[in-house]
């Protein structure tokens, strides 16, 4: 079946101590989402590419960062993870037609990440 | 800019009944979409149900169905026939009818839905 999986489903790092989590997707869609959520709350985009091009958003902190190697993969990285960072870390995706258009995104099962 | 308010943080409803999950949002745009997604615990998040703007139909899928007034800017949720597996947080989403890079959408806070037997 085609899907967003993310590796690992879950994460322990140390404070300060560089993470990535790894999202990947067999359904060849273009855009590529990453968001961050903590508990009880709503999914907060970080930043996302379209194809190859990285769109940040305006409050993501400089802390993260991100790669897209491919149309497949795409990766994100905590530069030096704080106790704030803790929280769940979504990917997903979508196919956005060249016209307007209904697409929606698909998301991947979360990576949830804890800074000890 | 657009905004979401889900004003409920939790509701609860007995298995088989009916429950209505309201999502109210503001923006100057004529075309858009809106969805609900569904996030149970500790599992993926997926979606419900998709409306366009420009459609005057209400959307419905099995047991979920939508009330859509465009005018009063209100997208409120109905799930007939409840079951213990609808128990999850329910996000209302809105996504501008463009396409390119800034596409994305805008959730409201959620909604915490349990289910009792």
């Known amino acids: 079946d085609a899907m967003v999986i993310q590796n690992p489903r879950y994460q322990v790092t140390q404070f300060g101590k560089p993470v990535t989590l790894s999202c990947s997707q067999t359904l060849n869609h273009n855009v590529m989402y990453w968001y961050q959520q903590k508990s009880s709350q709503a999914p907060k985009l970080l930043f996302h590419?379209?194809?190859?091009?990285?769109?940040n958003e305006a409050d993501t902190p400089d802390n993260f960062q991100s790669r897209r190697p491919n149309t497949s993969f795409c990766f994100l990285d905590i530069r030096s993870p704080g106790l704030g960072d803790a929280a769940m870390y979504l990917c997903?995706?979508?196919?956005?037609?060249?016209?307007?258009?209904?697409?929606?995104?698909?998301f991947g099962p979360g990576t949830r990440l804890t800074v000890t | 800019a657009q905004t979401v308010t889900q004003s409920q943080p939790e509701m609860s409803v007995q298995e088989a009944e009916t429950v209505t999950l309201s999502c109210t949002y503001d923006t100057s745009e004529s075309d858009y979409y809106l969805f609900w997604y569904k996030q149970p615990p500790s599992r993926q998040m997926i979606l419900v149900i998709r409306q366009e703007a420009y459609k005057q139909q209400n959307a419905t899928e099995n047991r979920f169905s939508v009330n859509f007034q465009k005018a009063a800017k209100s997208f409120s949720l109905k799930i007939s026939d409840s079951q213990l597996g609808d128990a999850a947080m329910y996000f209302c989403a809105y996504r501008s009818e463009y396409t390119g890079a800034n596409s994305k959408l805008t959730f409201g806070k959620g909604i915490t839905l349990s289910v009792r037997p």
């Open positions: 590419y379209y194809d190859k091009d990285f769109n």
């Open positions: 997903a995706t979508s196919r956005v037609p060249r016209d307007r258009g209904r697409y929606e995104q698909y």
